[in-house]
């Protein structure tokens, strides 16, 4: 069973910066594609950004330019660097993945889920 554990979430002001991770158990990183979801308050769950086994990230229009995801193979573990915070981007972070495959490209098909972050960014 993959395990995901997620922190560095905390409280900044706007403008500000955060870095978070994603720490991974059970499985083989390199085979695994990987994700950033978030959800705020009574709103759904959305992708913030993905990654694939080859490196090639991809990123929600309303973080372009200001998020960044990574990884480190040789530790499993996943990143998020958001810069230029909004209060907007206040949300629980999740971290996500599944096996790779061509599924890899749609939001809705991740499997494998952390327990999330919280991010809160005051104005």
């Known amino acids: 069973q993959v395990q995901l554990v997620e922190s560095g979430g905390d409280s900044v002001q706007a403008g500000g910066s955060l870095r978070l991770s994603c720490a991974g158990s059970?499985?083989?990183?390199?085979?695994?594609?990987m994700a950033w979801f978030r959800q705020a308050p009574g709103r759904k769950r959305e992708g913030v950004a993905r990654?694939?086994?080859?490196?090639?990230?991809q990123y929600a229009d309303f973080v372009k330019g200001r998020f960044t995801i990574s990884q480190d193979n040789a530790k499993n573990t996943l990143y998020l660097q958001m810069n230029s915070l909004k209060p907007e981007d206040t949300a629980m972070y999740y971290c996500?993945?599944?096996?790779?495959?061509?599924?890899?490209?749609?939001?809705?098909?991740?499997?494998?889920w952390g327990q999330g972050t919280q991010v809160t960014v005051s104005s």
């Open positions: 059970k499985y083989t990183s390199s085979t695994y594609c």
């Open positions: 990654i694939s086994t080859d490196g090639t990230p």
């Open positions: 996500a993945a599944r096996r790779s495959s061509p599924l890899c490209g749609y939001w809705d098909s991740y499997n494998y």
